[in-house]
């Protein structure tokens, strides 16, 4: 079937056995992309007793037709599974080019069941498929993962998705983290990747070439879409600025940015806007694959209280939830935190809205220091989130109960 290579991959981490199972043609017909492919096929596999971190669980990583293919903007790929933290159907669709080297390994998506003894990874090459020892990677961030496991394994370009130690410790929101820095934030995946003591997942490629039904018309569509995304005047924002150069434009133009924990509808954003990144901390541009937008961001903070190296830029959503919801506009804080956040391995959004909602529960008396384990937050100061997210992170103290989301967080 064209956009399809008709075949799944099935990993159980339990038994170690791997296995190569074709896809019925209707079934794609009927439930088109990763995730509409991982609902019809998780309701197979789960009932409302599965244990979204017990073995039974699946974890799945799926693709759609375009994926792999000329069609621009088709680099996303979708983790699907009974998430930990609603207890439904939940799916993360991520960017990067773990998806098209998927479809290049010659797999429309892996379905992994079971749970390993002991931490692995999963190492794909084409038709090779092996569960590797990853007990050397266990505790390691998400940065140090990736770079060793290109390393390690030789591949250089490789798609890989890793957790860190959020995912390890089962962080209800924790995330996978896909080649530079594309997360799949949302619904907990990355706990359920930890509970079955996979730390990553390595997919190598070699045959490029997806079938479709007409090569030419395909490549002229493409490159006609690719013309008319020059001239749409969000394509060019978001090229020029990233996804933060709708910041100051939500706050500014439509006063829909949040602020203080969503109880103040105006915030003067510019200094975390797209525009402020580009004039101090951007050095450098990333994009998915066939993306002719590439509203990745490198930002790179030389000296100062927040000096990082290299790495992706603060998106929208981050210069919301450490920012403006904790009444921060230094947009160099604001990157560091982000840092912070994606080498540990959760979700910026959920978990950004937990640790906001810490500071507007203190600054309300609604809790003290004393149930923060000494920490006391400050409207527009920086460190007490950074504080927290490792203690999230590690389920460390107060950071246990904050794991769990901010339902839980604010019932207690």
Known sequence: MNGYRGKILKVNLTSGATTVESL???LLKQFIGGAGLGARLLYDLV???????????????L???FTGTMVPTSGKST???????????????????????????????????????????????????????????????????????????????AGIA????????????????????????????GAVMGSKKLKAIVIQGSDRKVPVANDADLRKTASELNEAFKE???????????????????????????ARYYTVGEFDTYNLSGTTVKETILVGKSACYRCPIGCGRIVEIPKGKYK??????????????????ILNNDVESVAYTNRIIDLLGFDTISGGNVIAFAYYLFKEGKITSDDLDGIAPE????????????????????????????REFGEK
């Open 47 to 61: 009932d409302e007793n599965t244990d979204p971190l017990g073995p039974e669980n699946p974890l799945m990583l």
């Open 79 to 157: 983790f699907c599974s009974k998430s930990p933290k609603t207890g439904l159907f939940g799916y993360s669709t991520v960017g990067g080019h773990l998806g098209a080297d998927l479809k290049f390994a010659g797999y429309d998506g892996i379905i992994i069941t079971g749970a390993s003894e002991k931490p692995c990874y999963l190492l794909v090459e084409n038709s090779d498929v092996e569960i590797k020892d990853a007990t050397h990677l266990w505790t390691k961030d998400t940065e140090e993962t990736w770079e060793i496991l290109k390393e390690e394994t030789g591949h250089k370009n």
């Open 379 to 406: 409207w527009g100061e920086v460190d007490s989130a950074i504080a927290l997210a490792e203690k999230i992170a590690k389920r460390e103290g107060i950071g246990n109960l904050m794991a769990e989301g901010a």
């Open 162 to 189: 890793r957790i860190g130690i959020a995912g390890e410790n089962l962080v209800k929101y924790a995330s996978i983290l896909v080649d530079h820095y594309r997360a799949a934030g949302r619904t907990g995946q």
């Open 308 to 325: 990082m190296s290299k790495f992706a830029g603060p998106e929208l959503e981050v210069t919301g939830t450490v920012g403006s919801l």
């Open 232 to 258: 749409d005047p969000t394509f060019r924002m978001y090229s020029d600025l990233g996804t933060s150069g709708y910041t100051d434009m939500a706050s500014m133009m439509y006063g829909s940015f949040p």
């Open 24 to 26: 019925d043609e209707e």
């Open 63 to 65: 693709t759609g037709p």
